[in-house]
């Protein structure tokens, strides 16, 4: 089980910011893993508020009144604020703390990893859809994402999308890969032939598990199988 | 009429790049525009390719299979490559090309910029029904985007979003406002009305328009409003 320190958001707003980032997030939320992964990355000092997404407290949603979840709460020139989009809060985070850069240094190379990240929404989707179907359907849209991830591997000749070792693309896609390995418990025979369709991709997926940062906010496949069979049965919206 | 040299795709493929970024656009398109300015504002070396969205030619969806536009063409190590979405290009002309940078050097102003770019896709939508339907819908979607972007423009004090010059945010939403005062000719009493309740949106719109980047591609409203009026009855998906 993914092990970190975590307050609960309660009636009364949490203290101004001191010596750390604040992460609101919404406990197994993949949007909050990415932050919570580049957080780590970068070494960044946060402290993490669990939310209940159906009991959000009135001045978490008077700050937030699109209800956008994760939030990381910063501080700036103007005092303590609200940054939104797990993207775009990792790509601050990047840009504000020099150690141990995500992003390539190569422009043309970053816009790709970014058209990447939007590109992989498409497997978000299919396992939004496989997930919420007992596991039966959406595995089209899935299987035509890691196709072009896994060509893209081979295209870079590099364990990681990033080089040498994970960068911003490994971190943005990877709490939806890590869920996916529940469908290993739905299937074993079925999840391990693809491992030879798509040889690259099943290596970095070992590769990414044994990274210090992955294993930090990681859970097994048998607990997001757990998860997501009750998760479906529950109001949607903040689950995958 | 905004006024570029350009050469028409024709059913050859160009030549590989020398010293000139490539631009492939189809005429009045707001995505497109995007792009070319910030391809003046950076004072790239560009050529722009225009396209016939109802013909396309076939060496062009052969590498670009999803057919999206605009694609700027760049050179890389491995070759000349298409670059796709137009938020993504024109960032990576802001990495690439040092002069005039476009997006603040504060991580936190550039996360909003980001967001407010996101939160514009409102207004194109609301514009796009608006042009759809004869002029009469939409509204409520464009009238909401601008008050944020009104009340944006206060508390940031300054005459651009980006200071005491258009920067990125200027330039990302400018296409679709520089379309919106087409209305002046649906209904120029109610237009000059909006004046008064969006009176720093106003006034910043009065700016661009005399900034030398957005000269450079401007359309009169009249010609927009005629364009916009047969377009209504062409094949969509191109035109806003």
């Known amino acids: ?13 949490p203290p101004a910011l001191t010596d750390k980032l604040r992460l609101y997030h919404v406990d197994m939320n993949p949007y909050g893993h990415r932050v919570l992964l580049i957080l780590e990355a970068k070494k960044a000092k946060y402290e993490v508020y669990r939310l209940d997404p159906l009991n959000l407290p009135t001045w978490f949603k008077a700050k937030n009144p699109r209800l956008k979840i994760p939030v990381l709460e ?28 995500l992003h390539s240094r190569d422009p043309y190379v970053k816009a790709q990893d970014r058209l990447l990240i939007e590109r992989f929404n498409e497997l978000i989707k299919g396992s939004l859809e496989c997930f919420d179907t007992n596991f039966a359907f959406g595995s089209e849209q899935i299987i035509q994402t890691l196709d072009i991830f896994e060509r893209e591997l081979a295209v870079r000749g590099t ?41 690259n991709f099943a290596d970095w997926g070992d590769q990414m598990q044994l990274d210090r940062v992955v294993k930090k906010h990681a859970n097994s496949p048998a607990e997001y199988f757990e998860y997501y069979k009750n998760a479906r049965t529950h109001t949607m919206g903040y689950y995958l």
């Open 1 to 13: 089980m993914s092990y970190y320190d975590y307050k609960v958001a309660g009636p009364t707003p």
């Open 74 to 101: 910063i501080p700036t020139e103007h005092g303590d604020k609200y940054l939104f989009e797990s993207v775009v809060i990792c790509d601050y985070l990047d840009e504000k703390y020099a150690a141990n850069p």
């Open 159 to 199: 364990y990681y999308f990033g080089g040498d070792r994970p960068g911003m693309l490994d971190y943005m896609i990877w709490p939806w890969v890590e869920r996916l390995y529940l469908l290993r418990c739905v299937n074993e025979r079925k999840f391990d032939e693809k491992r030879t369709i798509f040889p």
